[in-house]
């Protein structure tokens, strides 16, 4: 069986991480340009966030702030499904390889 530096250095493992770090990246860079965006107003536009939404109590801010907790979720389903279809085979095919499984 590998070590765990020698599977480091396999063309395979340094794919797998590629293909993990193209899809990680971009996203969590979203959520927190997304968060930071939220906080932001909070902070510096109070009045804007203040405002009513169609002559109801619900407000900007608040719709933001639950927007924060649809957005986790959307990512959270996104990136199961994207982990379902090309990681997982992938990441089983390296570990069985290494494994001496197949």
């Given at each position: 069986m590998a070590?765990?530096?020698e599977v480091q250095q396999t063309p395979d493992f340094a794919a797998l991480r590629s293909s993990f770090r193209r899809f990680i990246f971009?996203?969590?860079?979203?959520?927190?340009?997304?968060?930071?965006?939220?906080?932001?107003?909070?902070?510096?536009?109070?009045?804007?966030?203040?405002?009513?939404?169609?002559?109801?109590?619900?407000?900007?801010?608040?719709?933001?702030?639950l927007g924060q907790f649809v957005t986790t979720f959307v990512i959270t389903m996104v990136y199961r499904s994207w982990a379902?279809?090309?990681?997982?085979?992938?990441?089983t095919a390296?570990?069985?390889?290494?494994e001496g499984v197949a």
């Open positions: 070590t765990a530096e971009p996203v969590a860079g979203f959520f927190l340009a997304w968060y930071a965006l939220y906080v932001l107003l909070a902070a510096f536009a109070p009045g804007f966030m203040g405002i009513r939404v169609g002559g109801s109590t619900i407000t900007v801010g608040l719709l933001m702030g379902d279809k090309r990681f997982d085979p992938q990441a390296l570990r069985e390889r290494i």
